[in-house]
Nanobody, 122 residues
Framework: QVQLVESGGDLVQPGGSLRLSCAVSGFPVSNAVIGWFRQAPGKGRDGVSCISMSDGSTYYAKSVKGRFTISRDNVGNTVYLQMNSLKPGDTGLYYC???????????????WGQGTQVTVSS
């Protein structure tokens, strides 16, 4: 059974940093794409970043480029999202998901975690 578990969400002040983790089990991730998405209250699920587990290629939404860094640990089947210079607009429930194509389209990802809450507020 494929399972994704996110962790690392917290309350942080503007300008602060957090590192989210996505642990994947029950699935050979070596050829997968793992994406991070976020959903603010009352809004849709937006793509944040994704990484190809096979070659490490990374992709970012314009709103986070230069502030967020996605990385992978193939041995541990874990993907990380380092978030720096956080803004109140980064607040939301952050999900990771598995797919086969590097894209910010959530519709192309098939298995999702339960999410971890990130709140950026003073």
């Amino acid at each position: 059974q494929v399972q994704l578990v996110e962790s690392g969400g917290d309350l942080v002040q503007p300008g602060g940093s957090l590192r989210l983790s996505c642990a994947v089990s029950g699935f050979p991730v070596s050829n997968a794409v793992i994406g991070w998405f976020r959903q603010a209250p009352g809004k849709g699920r937006d793509g944040v970043s994704c990484i190809s587990m096979s070659d490490g290629s990374t992709y970012y939404a314009k709103s986070v480029k230069g502030r967020f860094t996605i990385s992978r640990d193939n041995v541990g089947n874990t993907v990380y999202l380092q978030m720096n210079s956080l803004k109140p607009g980064d607040t939301g429930l952050y999900y990771c998901a598995t797919g086969t194509t590097p894209t910010m389209w959530s519709e192309l990802y098939d298995t999702w975690g339960q999410g971890t809450q990130v709140t950026v507020s003073s």
